[in-house]
């Protein structure tokens, strides 16, 4: 037993007592779902810790069950054969993954087509899977529910587009609202008699129904779906925007309104290219482009997310219980990798009752990142150590980890990048630093740097605290206090250490202090 899992710790701070290895959320540990939507049929697989899973399998077949659907009533011949083929296929790795349960869930295509129900049922005898048809507002309020396992406690407006439907849904605190529902899928406008007039006019109509619905809205909106993803990096694409991460992307309405108009002028076959989109994704984009613009302008958001977590994440959300939804998603992934891949597991809490002094006047919010780079200082022991510290930032920055925003990712990278070198220049991703104020470099510094040292003063007694550090800002005084018995720990390449970090902080004074060790 180590210090990650150890019942008879309590000194676990605001985030509670890591609940991945806990019985309430053993189950989650390895879950299935499928999704059979207008355009494509996914298979997901998350593993890992509970509330912040990882992608164990991932996998999309584009079958465009939807295609032509708003002219014949009937699900697209050659996407219901491509759809046969994925779900047949999805079966068998189920089985040979030994999963307990494999979800299957079928959206608009599927609950609008004429033959639906009977191609449901060639489904479930092809593959003895029991697929669930569900209507437009449960759609809703699962792709809510994706968003809320990324964002405890978010507040806005959801808005899932698909192939052949758009969903609606409110979210406050981390509660679903009033959830709505809409035929604005893409695919049913590639055939649309009247053309672009007609799709503006029908359009408008639409969402005007669908504001009058929901009432005002001004607060975030968070975009969930293929289409609106693809949007998203073109906007990247349009900003010279160094960090290709969708989730959490941040756009404001001016942002959005820039991109579509550049979308409208741009050759879609060499934006296509330049953005590394698919040819099926890239043909729904103008038609995802004009629902957009609609949207905006109806609901005036103050700012607009992308959301990479949607349906399948509100499926694997539904089952998880109370407890495992109100833990942070962020420090949970960060456990989970700390008890999985650490030499020591258990001693990142140490480290942040060791640099906390450096970080006296930090908020709640800082405070949760530097837990986090505490928690991951050890994970990547094993890559080569020339590269340890590129792969550290890259790991953090490009990591699926749910509750980060882009600055905090940033951050957290140069504090692990930190944690192995004391210079971050020369690396091929110095031009996302600029994503951070110039402060908060120096402090992602600081942190990797006390991370770095702490990590010097390893030693594995669980009784009082054997190092610790104290900074006065006022007067600039550095002090590492250390115990009689951990003084042979501040070797040379320690006090190399404890030097690069007071010259971070710009201490004036410098001191290593010892003090008797307490008899037992």
Not at 30 to 40: E, L, Q
Not at 112 to 120: L, N, S, T, V
Not at 413 to 441: I, P, W
């Amino acid at each position: 037993m180590d210090a990650m899992t150890d019942p008879d710790h309590h000194d676990w701070g605001p985030f509670g007592r890591p609940i991945f290895d806990d019985p309430k959320a053993r189950h989650l540990k390895r879950v299935g779902v499928v999704d059979i939507g207008s355009n494509s049929v996914r298979l997901v697989v998350f593993d890992g810790a509970a509330r912040s899973p990882a992608y164990f399998y991932n996998e999309k077949v584009m079958c465009g069950l939807g295609a032509g659907m708003s002219e014949s009533g009937v699900l697209n011949p050659e996407g219901k054969a491509r759809a046969l083929s994925a779900m047949k296929r999805f079966k068998l790795l189920a089985d040979g993954m030994e999963l307990p349960t494999l979800t299957v869930v079928a959206t608009a295509a599927m609950r609008d087509a004429k033959d639906g129900p009977a191609f449901r049922e060639e489904l479930e005898a092809a593959t003895g899977l029991k697929i669930h048809v569900i209507d437009g507002e449960e759609e809703a309020r699962l792709s809510a529910q994706g968003v809320l396992l990324g964002w405890p406690g978010a507040y806005g407006l959801i808005c899932d587009i698909g192939g052949s439907s758009m969903e609606l849904a409110e979210i406050h605190e981390g509660v679903v609202g009033k959830c709505v529902t809409s035929p604005l899928g893409p695919l049913k406008f590639k055939d649309m008699e009247g053309g672009a007039e007609a799709r503006k006019a029908h359009i408008k109509t639409i969402i005007k129904d669908l504001g009058n619905a929901l009432g005002a809205q001004r607060d975030r909106l968070f975009l969930v779906g293929g289409s609106w993803r693809a949007i998203a990096r073109i906007d990247m694409e349009r900003r010279g925007y160094p960090l290709h991460v969708l989730h959490e992307y941040r756009m404001d309405v001016q942002a959005v309104t820039d991109t579509l108009t550049f979308i409208e002028g741009s050759d879609l076959e060499e934006l296509r290219k330049a953005c590394s989109i698919s040819s099926a994704r890239m043909e729904l984009v103008p038609y995802a482009a004009e629902v957009l613009a609609r949207l905006i302008k109806t609901f005036k958001p103050h700012d607009i997310a992308i959301s990479s977590y949607g349906i399948r994440e509100g499926l694997l959300y539904e089952q998880m219980p109370q407890e495992v939804r109100e833990r942070d998603p962020l420090i949970e992934a960060c456990r989970f990798a700390e008890s999985k891949d650490a030499r020591l597991p258990g001693f990142g809490r140490k480290l942040y009752k060791f640099v906390l002094p450096l970080f006296a006047d930090a908020d709640a919010s800082r405070l949760r990142i530097v837990r986090a780079a505490c928690l991951l200082h050890d994970v990547s022991w094993r890559a080569h150590p020339d590269y340890r510290a590129e792969f550290c930032f890259d790991n953090s920055t490009r990591a699926n980890l749910g509750g980060l925003t882009h600055s905090e990712r940033i951050y957290l990278g140069l504090a692990l990048l930190h944690r192995y070198r004391n210079k971050r220049e020369g690396t091929h991703f110095e031009d996302m630093y600029s994503l951070l104020k110039e402060s908060d470099v120096t402090e992602a510094e600081v942190l990797g740097k006390a991370m770095r040292l702490g990590a010097m003063l390893w030693m594995t007694d669980a009784g009082q605290d054997k190092a610790r550090l104290s900074w006065d800002t006022w007067t600039k005084r550095l002090c590492l206090h250390l115990s009689e018995d951990a003084a042979p720990l501040y070797g040379e390449v320690t006090q190399s250490r404890f030097t690069s970090l007071a010259s971070s902080l710009g201490a004036e004074t410098v001191d290593m202090l010892i003090t008797e060790t307490e008899q037992e």
